[in-house]
């Protein structure tokens, strides 16, 4: 089915899963429920008082602890991947961030949390993203180049989740205590999925789809 590569997590927690590629440069939203179905590429989630589904697809990043393990061992037995069922089960509270494509839905990242929020889910604003190369990072900013070679800074806190390949490995070296300084390099690549807050821009999610040569 599907191809995991390897960990990712966030600068202060869990073990994770990702399926490969980045999100897409558009406008993201976020919601939050509870699984009620996992099928071979979709995913069906209770959000308030409504089901959603939304599609799964190589670009839709899994999140979820011990979904590394699952990974690994799928791979020990010759198989690209572990199922989407293997990582997400009904009744499991999940965030899920999301584009409309016309109505349907594609998901862009599905992670587990402990709480859907009272049970009842809920939904959020889109926020938006922006792909480039990291210029300069610290313990709590991070800041991106983009396409049009203009430097953007994001505030990164332990709410801001960061993925990508071997990522995992760095946070389990240093016990999991990690900031963004210690997951990313001047000269990778990044998407990054933000909010505009009081005029600055707070980072949720930073994917690094591709590691500079003489990055950490």
Not at 67 to 80: C, D, F, L, N
Not at 101 to 127: C, D, K, L, N
């Amino acid at each position: 089915m599907r191809r995991v590569p390897l960990l990712a997590l966030p600068v202060l927690a869990a073990a994770i899963l990702s399926w490969p590629t980045g999100l897409r440069a558009q406008d993201t939203k976020t919601a939050t429920g509870t699984v009620t179905a996992v099928g071979a590429d979709s995913v069906t989630v209770k959000v308030m008082d409504k089901d959603m589904t939304f599609n799964v697809d190589a670009k839709t990043d899994v999140i979820a602890t011990g979904a590394g393990h699952k990974s690994k061992a799928a791979q020990e037995k010759g198989m690209a991947g572990p199922k989407l069922a293997d990582v997400l089960k009904p009744g499991q509270p999940v965030e899920v961030k999301y584009h409309d494509m016309g109505g349907t839905f594609h998901a862009a990242s599905i992670r587990a949390v402990a709480s859907a929020g009272g049970g009842a889910g809920s939904m959020s604003e889109p926020t938006k993203t922006l792909a480039g190369t990291v210029k300069a990072v610290a313990a709590d900013s991070l800041t991106v180049t983009g396409a049009d070679m203009k430097d953007m800074v994001f505030s990164v806190d332990a709410k801001t989740l960061v993925v990508g390949t071997g990522i995992g490995t760095k946070s389990q070296e240093k016990g999991g205590k990690v900031t963004v300084a210690d997951l990313l390099g001047m000269g990778d690549k990044v998407t990054v999925t933000y909010h505009e807050t009081g005029g600055s821009n707070h980072a949720t999610y930073v994917r690094r789809t591709a590691k500079a040569k003489t990055s950490k």
